[in-house]
Every structure is written in C-alpha cells, then in structure tokens.
C-alpha cells in the first residue's frame, strides 16, 4: 500500500461522532535525513550540556544542603527517577503528537527544572532542589529518545552511523561544559553550584529552540521512509517483545554501572583533596567518556556486530565501575571514571542498534527499554 492509499483508507474509515486531528504531523512525511538531523544533533547536544552539569553538581549540592548524610544522593536519586517517570509519557507523546511537540515539552520541563534548583541553591532549600532535580531528569527522560529518533529516520544500511553520530554529538557539550559552568559560577558568586543550575536551564531552552525548528515527523512514520516506500517488500517486521530482553538487560547493566560511579566518583575525589574546579572538570570529561567513543562505534558495529560490541562494552563498563570504588588514589579513580563513560557510550548505541536491527519497535516497547534502563540507572545511584 501506498503512503497515499494508506492515508486515504484513514479518511475514508471517520465516521459520525469519531474525533480527527487535523495537525500537519498527521500528513505523510518521509523522514528524510536533510530535514532534521542537524537540529536533532543540536537539541541532544544541548541537552547533553543540561545533563553534564547537573550530574557534576548534584552529588555535591545535595551533599552541601542534605539534612542528613544519608540524603546527599537523594537529588541525583530524584533526577533519574525523574528520567524513568517521563519514559512512558515521552514515548506516547513523541507518536502521537510528533517529535516536534514532546521534545519541545521535555525541554520546558528541564528549564523549570533548572531555575527551581537554581533558586533553591541560592536559599539552601534542600526540598526544592529535590523537586528541581526531578523536573530536570524528566527533561532528561525525553532527551533520551533524540536517539531513536536518528534511528528511526535512517535508512538500515546508514542508521549506525547516523546514531552514532548523534550520540557523538554530545561530546562536544562535555568539552565546553566546563569552561561555561566556570564562568556562570563565577557570575553567581557566592552561591556554589547556582550559576551550574542556571546554566543547565539555559541549555534545556536552547533544546527547545531546536525542538520547535524540528520538521514534523511521528514515531508510526517509521515505514513511511524514502527508503521503506521505495522497497515495501524489504519493511523490517514489527519487533518481537523477545528480542527487547537482550539489549534491555545489557544496557541496565550498563547504565547501573555509570550512575553507581557517577554518585561515588565526585564525592571519592573529594575526600582525596581534589577541589571542585578540578572534580568538575573530570565529570566533564567523563560525560565526553560518555559520548566520544559512538563517533567509532558506527565502524565497530560493522565490523563486529552490534551484539559482540554490547557485550564487550558492558564488561569494560562493569569491570571500571568496581575499580571506581575500589581505588583509593585520585588517578585512578578519574580514570577508572573515564572508561566506565566509555564503556557505557558503547554499550548504549549498540544496544540501540540491536533494538532497531530486530524489528520495527513500538511505542509501548520504547517506553518499556528506556524506562527499565532509567530504573536500573536509579538502582545503581541507590544500592
């Protein structure tokens, strides 16, 4: 069937009393790699900014303003369930209302986000910084789906490239973040950790910029690409739930591994008598850790397959992980930090590619593996 046939049986199936949605996300678009890869490399830069700066500064914000030691990590907690919490909902909206629609909502969320937590440095209100931290990781829950975006929008033989790409993208948000969050700290002296929050607001509306210069395109477009309606024989069939278990489970390990270090690292670091400044700048380079090595692993992926890489990222994640809480030096706790990021950028496109590679994911599959990646996130931070 036609895109034009498809859309005609549609029009032709309304009836009294049924509601349609005239919006133009609803006319058949081809999702073209000219017509938006740019700007969604933009957004997920900057949303990557966003996520750089606040998991530099909320381990130690909220050990700053915490009641109690035992609640330093509530903050970094409440991002990530803030993350899982918006998987669901992002997924849904992004089909049903089209990605130019739900990722600009998931930037709004994160400019809320960081000026609540901006606001409750400069107060000292550990509660609200909480509630900040959450509206930010609910930001950060849409962002996510920037690289399913890629992925659904590019032809089988270009889509590890293109998502790597993408994903690659993000390392030049971790190169400036430290000189802008030096700068903004700087301007909000001497409120610590303020002018990061601030900064981390700023980005998240430079997301939103971008997401409402998206071309419209929705998630069931999928197989309304150039390439889909040149071959309709070659659709790849709709993903079976089986083949969500294997990238499920090695990407939550993988992103347990990351967070479990990223809630230790920053506060190791500073019982070495390493200062701010400097442990701020080794999360920036662990969040281009995070992103850098993607740019290569289109050409991994293609030379040894998206399963084999997955695999051998995650063990380079899990075994830097232990070193990061085993190691007692500065050194070596930075660069055990350094090869979690690396593992953990590797394993992430190569298990979205073996999601994209088996079949055709739904909406509901799509919530389902972001959102167990994000909860496994939360354990690592919690455990």
Do not use: K
């Not at 799509?366 to 496994?376: S, V, Y």
């Amino acid at each position: 069937m036609s895109a034009s046939e498809y859309f005609d049986a549609e029009a032709e199936a309304a009836r009294a009393g049924r509601l349609g949605c005239s919006c133009p996300e609803d006319a058949p678009r081809a999702l073209r790699r000219s017509l938006g890869i740019g700007r969604l490399a933009g957004g997920f830069a900057l949303v990557v900014l966003a996520q750089a700066l606040t998991l530099g500064a909320l381990p130690l914000a909220g050990a700053m303003l915490a009641p109690r030691p035992e609640l330093a990590a509530l903050p970094l907690a409440a991002l990530l369930l803030g993350a899982a919490l918006a998987s669901l909902p992002a997924s849904f909206l992004l089909d049903n209302f089209g990605r130019r629609a739900a990722f600009a909502l998931g930037a709004s969320l994160g400019v809320a986000g960081g000026l609540m937590a901006t606001y409750a440095m400069a107060l000292g209100a550990f509660p609200m910084l909480v509630l900040g931290a959450a509206w930010l990781g609910a930001a950060q829950g849409f962002g996510m789906f920037y690289r399913h975006a890629a992925a659904f929008g590019a032809a089988t033989g270009a889509r590890a490239g293109m998502v790597a790409r993408l994903i690659g993208a993000g390392a030049l948000a971790g190169l400036a973040g430290p000189l802008l969050a030096g700068a903004a700290e700087a301007a909000l002296t001497p409120y610590t950790f303020a002018g990061t929050l601030l900064l981390a607001a700023l980005a998240q509306l430079g997301a939103l910029a971008f997401a409402v210069l998206l071309p419209e395109a929705r998630f069931s477009h999928a197989d309304l690409t150039v390439e889909a309606m040149a071959a309709p024989q070659q659709r790849p069939a709709p993903l079976a739930w089986r083949a969500l278990v294997a990238p499920t489970l090695i990407g939550a390990l993988a992103w347990g591994a990351m967070t479990s270090a990223m809630a230790g690292a920053p506060l190791s670091l500073a019982g070495c008598g390493v200062g701010v400044p400097l442990i701020s700048g080794i999360v920036a380079w662990h969040v281009v850790a995070m992103y850098a090595p993607a740019l290569a692993g289109g050409v991994l992926v293609r030379r040894i397959g998206a399963t084999p890489l997955a695999l051998l990222a995650l063990a380079l994640c899990l075994g830097a992980a232990v070193a990061v809480t085993q190691a007692s030096e500065a050194v070596t706790i930075s660069l055990a930090f350094l090869m979690v990021g690396a593992g953990w950028a590797l394993a992430s496109l190569a298990t979205t590619l073996m999601l994209h590679g088996a079949g055709t994911p739904n909406r509901l599959q799509l919530a389902a593996h972001d959102g167990l990646l994000l909860a496994a996130a939360l354990l690592g931070v919690l455990i």
